[in-house]
């Protein structure tokens, strides 16, 4: 605050402030602390917490705010407006800095100032807060309007560029012919995935099926033999073993073994495997608390979902000169195809194929039989990412909260989801997963390595 004095009528308050009543403008600027900013100057920084009121007479100032590990600009204020360091202009947290964009000057009043104004002077400054707030508001409403115009666009553009960009692989004769090549699910499992949809199918249906295959047994018996389930008598007999272990345990070995047996056994192949695997227990977990009665379609899904990689690894492995344009192919389109081949149901080959959709569409722009599907492969790999240890930052993208919300759970995100539910149920039955998937959750790779912090892309 300075002495009183007289201002000039080509003062920048008057040019701010046109149509004010004099007194109140010489009143203000004899009680407020003028502040004069080169281009570049901050007013107020981040944690600076007051309720002084800035009257900007010129030039203008940038309003940022900082969201995790990005400064962004949330305002732009001219001459004329009103600021301050309140929530009142920043519903969602404080602001991180004022700073000019130019030459400015600005008249400031501190909390016990505004206490003395004059009724006249106080309905000013509450005014000019209004005006501001208002102007912001009508600003947003419009970038938010231009916002979602700008994400329909980028939706549409993406979908229709994957559809064109994919159409055609049915003409191609080397995807075609490939696909073809690709051994055929045992016909247990193929059966079995047929199955999917009846929601009265049996662990005595599933033994049914795999009981005339050796090898399955085999699995079936060693798993329920594990030191995990102790029993005190070992068990031999196979439909025993079935009602031990429950149907989603069996249904699960029954899918991966077949599912195995389609595919090389090499490094490459068993690393995108044991992915899927991984995936298989995160999702049916989850199925657990969204629909227990079709928990093993959805993990089933999850076992299937990259399997398109694996025709690209094969692909790769015959024609080796093309490998560079063989990397361009959709994968999850393939893997579609692939699923369709094998006579998988309808809902299952478009959840595969519309997977890497959530990056950029919420879930209204993905038809409802496949939604909730996407939904688990997409919650699944974020859970997986968490349980990794990758970080907030890392596992956002734009919708991952509607994703979320597709599943209709009780949780706040997928951490407080992966760390409340999905990691402690895992590290209960630990003794009964498959060996890579107690390593996964220790954060250790097929190689001993532990894991840094990844996450996982489409």
């Not at 403008?25 to 502040?35: D, M």
């Not at 600005?106 to 807060?129: N, R, W």
Request: with cysteine.
């Amino acid at each position: 605050m300075h002495g009183t004095v007289k201002i000039a009528k080509d003062h920048e308050l008057f040019k701010a402030f046109p149509g004010i009543h004099e007194k109140i403008l010489i009143g203000l600027y004899n009680l407020g602390a003028l502040k004069n900013l080169a281009s570049g100057d901050v007013l107020f920084r981040e944690g600076e917490r007051d309720h002084t009121i800035h009257l900007l007479l010129k030039g203008s100032l940038r309003l940022l705010k900082r969201t995790g590990s990005t400064v962004r600009q949330v305002a732009l204020c001219h001459a004329g407006d009103v600021l301050c360091e309140s929530l009142f202009f920043v519903p969602s947290g404080t602001l991180t800095a004022a700073v000019a964009t130019q030459s400015c000057t600005v008249l400031s009043f501190s909390e016990t100032l505004l206490e003395t104004l004059d009724p006249c002077s106080s309905a000013f400054l509450t005014k000019k807060i209004v005006d501001t707030y208002q102007r912001r508001l009508q600003e947003q409403m419009a970038k938010q309007e231009a916002l979602s115009a700008h994400c329909d666009f980028m939706i549409r553009f993406a979908r229709r560029s994957i559809v064109e960009r994919t159409q055609d692989y049915t003409q191609s004769e080397m995807i075609v012919g490939m696909l073809k090549k690709v051994p055929q699910l045992p016909m247990y499992a193929s059966r079995l995935a047929h199955m999917l949809l009846d929601a009265n199918v049996s662990a005595k249906d599933v033994a049914a099926l795999a009981k005339n295959d050796p090898s399955l047994v085999s699995a079936v018996l060693k798993r329920v033999n594990s030191a995990y389930y102790n029993w005190q008598k070992k068990i031999s007999d196979f439909q025993h073993a079935v009602i031990l272990l429950g149907f989603n345990q069996v249904y699960q070995l029954v899918i991966a073994d077949g599912l195995r047996r389609t595919m090389p056994n090499t490094p490459p192949f068993r690393a995108l495997h044991n992915h899927s695997v991984v995936i298989s227990h995160v999702a049916c977990e989850i199925a657990q608390l969204v629909d227990r009665q079709h928990a093993s379609m959805l993990s089933t899904v999850a076992l299937l979902h990259d399997i398109g990689k694996s025709v690209i690894l094969l692909m790769k492995k015959q024609n080796p000169k093309l490998s560079v344009l063989i990397d361009c192919l959709d994968s999850a389109k393939l893997g579609a195809l692939l699923l369709e081949e094998w006579n998988i149901p309808e809902n299952v080959c478009r959840a595969v194929e519309l997977q890497n959709s959530t990056i950029f569409s919420p879930p209204d722009q993905i038809p409802v039989d496949a939604r909730l599907l996407v939904a688990i492969l997409d919650v699944s790999h974020q859970c997986a990412d968490a349980i990794r240890g990758a970080s907030r930052e890392n596992l956002w993208k734009p919708y991952n909260e509607e994703w979320l919300r597709v599943l209709n759970l009780r949780v706040k995100d997928v951490e407080s989801l992966t760390r409340d539910h999905l990691r402690p149920s895992l590290e209960k039955k630990a003794g009964a997963l498959p060996e890579h998937v107690r390593q996964f959750l220790k954060g250790v790779h097929e190689n001993g390595e532990a894991d840094s912090e990844q996450v996982n892309t489409p």
